[in-house]
């Protein structure tokens, strides 16, 4: 059979890979790096036209099934890991079959948890990791999406502003359904429950995690989160009629877990004391849409949330109250945050995303703020941090490391 | 250790019409390993859903021992859906890996042990227990994700194709692995393919389903000898039944230029028409002008005998069971030291003792 290759973007690099090899022996020269993760399959990252691929060996049906899903949770706008092709009909030059190969894009900045924990960590990453975790989990749900798989291997951690956002990297177990029922959404946390738990005691078992955290404990967290999280999204509330400002006091409430409220039911009951308003469409990324809107910034949650902090701060110190928002946006953002994250040197670029820079800045600006007992210019900040901080910084844009674990499922 | 019965069990997803599975009706014995079978769309994985606590339940009931489970959480229904989810932990030692969910569920450590080391036991894997996973083969990996399960001791064991991403040799191996486990352990268990031979190798009952309706229920011998319908008989076996639409004369029905036996009870309500069924190993080569005549496409020779597939001459008669784009061959088993040539006309009649015959409109059995 002749080899196929279905990709949505035709790039004539890719005929240029050893296809008739196993991915296992493929030569160091098309190798990126390793992952990171758990997986029972064969995953390398592979360099392709100036990108980072990773390439998963993996039965046809299964490659294309998971490469369908991808691209429909893309659709839904998701947050998961790029398809960008399948490769199969490959033939070994013994002329034996080799199983198909699934193409995503690397997500760049994205992080592995075993690389992040590997890092040293501050304390408390791992429930934020957790926190995250629950997030993805949640937004997935509601788009129907049952996953049957969720592990902190099976997700990608991107930093934001300080915390995480949660990516879709694994599918191949996943369903999209018209909607979940409860029982499916309880099997989704216990297997998300049962396996944090394990990668952290296995983490434990490697000495990569401190002894004193219980991974019993942090496992119990996503079933929490979630449920704190769903409820806020999804519950019924009531309240008498003269109490209507808990309408936009539950829509603001949403705001600021990040999520916009599309559709709202509201109803009375027959004698009109009482009114019922309950959720129906609820959309992520309350902040990381608005400040697109205004600056064409694409970035995460939380970044765009302290971004558009000192967009405000901005406004307010150059008293523009009156003017126009868009205005004010677009001379922030070439006065303030392009200038400042041009200061980076090209050699420092791969360190951090711009928005992450930018976050981690005013932070620092704060510190130095506080040590000097005095306001600091941004200019002087972003000096001193280039200087003093980020070169020390691991390179995160495509993490590298070799401690890749994989458990093939072969026969004897 | 506990029955399961689905009574009346009804799934209707939500903007459907007709139920996803109509009032399932099955009991299944404590320690008994049942296999749900069917083609894609017949229901089998929403009806062990519905087990799992999954999938609501519209109608009708399910029990597991005496409990009514209609309506409890999956968690509460001490069931366990194995293979789903398998990672092993690299820096865990297999006891380890086998008990720590157990860990989770607040299991004391003695217990934990106790429970991994009868596991590992089962298993053949005892001497392995302090090794680390990377040190096992592929097939011993496979074992320790099973002991994962089993230490848990649940009720019931519920697995979902749980081979279909593994690759061919490693299927067979597992199929074999899993079936002789289940009996060792005693553990009653639904398990759901659509692969006939994996469920009749497996099963110690079959269900068969199709469009949400279950066919028939009986052990894979029963399954064979007496399937209930059509649709049944060319499911399951292979290669398949033929199943050939002949007309009722006196006395029995009309096979090519031979009149077959068949006892008019068993005629009683058929119509012009009944469908003949007999298994490839069951077709007797008769002389020239005895019986229906076949013209030979293809021989597949298996040493000792070999399997012939060929073409009513006669137009007229068809076959069930093909579809539009392929006709369906006529498939027989023949002596490999008399096998016919490529073109060859051959006559044949099915064993007397072996012929099925079904009604034409509703395709329930008429013999027995
Ligand atoms: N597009 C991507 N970008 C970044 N990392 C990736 C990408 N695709 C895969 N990885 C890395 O490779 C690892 C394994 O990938 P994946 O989970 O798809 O493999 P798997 O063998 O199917 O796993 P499992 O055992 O859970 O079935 C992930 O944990 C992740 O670290
Ligand atoms: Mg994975």
Known sequence: ?412 | MATVKYDESTRIYPGNDTPSVDRLNIDIKDGEFLVLVGPSGSGKSTALRMLAGLEEVNGGKIWIGDRDVTNLSPKDRDVAMVFQNYALYPHMSVADNMGFALKIAGVDKGEIRKRVEEAAKILDLEPYLERKPKALSGGQRQRVAMGRAIVRSPQVFLMDEPLSNLDAKLRVQTRTQIASLQRRLGVTTVYVTHDQVEAMTMGDRIAVLKDGILQQVATPREMYDNPANVFVAGFIGSPAMNLVSVPVTDGGVKFGAHTLQVPRESLEGAGKNVIVGVRPEDVEVTGQGEGLEITVDVVEELGADAYVYGTPTDENIKLEGGDDALAKPFIARVDGRRVPMKGDKIWVQPHTDHMHVFNAESGARLSH
């Not at chain 1, 890979?17 to 592979?46: C, K, N, Q």
């Not at chain 1, 005013?362 to 070169?391: F, G």
């Open chain 1, 1 to 412: 059979m002749a080899l196929q290759i279905t990709t949505a973007r035709p790039d004539p690099a890719l005929l240029d890979l050893p296809w008739s090899t196993p991915l296992e022996d493929w030569p160091e020269e098309h190798l990126a790096a390793l992952p990171r993760g758990i997986s029972r399959h064969i995953v390398r990252f592979v360099k392709l036209s100036g990108r980072v691929i990773a390439v998963k060996e993996i039965k046809e049906d299964i490659a294309r099934r998971e490469y369908a899903m991808l691209r429909n949770l893309r659709r839904l706008d998701q947050p998961s890991v790029e398809p960008f092709g399948v490769v199969s009909g490959r033939v070994a030059a013994d002329g034996t079959p080799l199983d198909a190969c699934l193409l995503t894009r690397h997500l760049k900045f994205s992080l592995p948890y075993r690389a992040l924990f590997s890092q040293g960590l501050r304390p408390g990453t791992e429930t934020r990791l957790i926190d995250a975790l629950a997030v993805l989990l949640v937004r997935l749900h509601l788009t129907g999406f049952w996953w049957g798989d969720v592990s902190l291997s099976n997700t990608l951690f991107r930093r934001d502003a300080g915390s995480f956002a949660a990516w879709l990297v694994d599918a191949e177990t996943g369903e999209l359904l018209p909607a979940l029922s409860d029982g499916q959404r309880a099997h989704d946390l216990d297997i998300a429950r049962v396996n944090i738990a394990g990668e952290l005691m296995d983490l434990q078992a490697g000495e990569l995690l401190d002894e004193a955290i219980d991974p019993v404990v942090i496992s119990n967290r996503i079933v929490t989160r979630y449920e704190e999280l769903w409820r806020e999204l999804t519950a019924m509330e009531e309240f008498d009629t003269g109490e209507r400002w808990r309408v936009e006091e539950r829509i603001r409430r949403l705001n600021s877990v990040g999520f916009d409220v599309d559709e709202l039911a509201i109803s009375t009951d027959i004698d009109g004391t009482r009114i019922s308003i309950q959720p129906k469409v609820v959309d992520a990324g309350h902040h990381s849409r608005r400040l697109l809107r205004l600056t064409g910034l694409d970035v995460g949650e939380g970044q765009a949330r302290r971004l558009l902090n000192d967009l405000d701060s901005y406004r307010a110190a150059s008293d523009r109250q009156n003017d126009d928002e868009e205005l004010v946006a677009h001379d922030w953002l070439t006065r303030i945050y392009e200038p400042l994250t041009r200061r980076v040197p090209r050699e420092l670029s791969g360190k951090l995303e711009p928005a992450e820079l930018f976050h981690e800045v005013l932070e620092h600006r704060w510190y130095m703020a506080e040590r000097a007992q005095h306001d600091i210019p941004i200019e002087d900040a972003i000096e001193d941090y280039v200087a003093s901080i980020l070169p020390s910084k691991p390179d995160e844009v495509s993490v590298v490391g070799v401690d890749t674990v994989e458990m093939p499922v072969i026969a004897d």
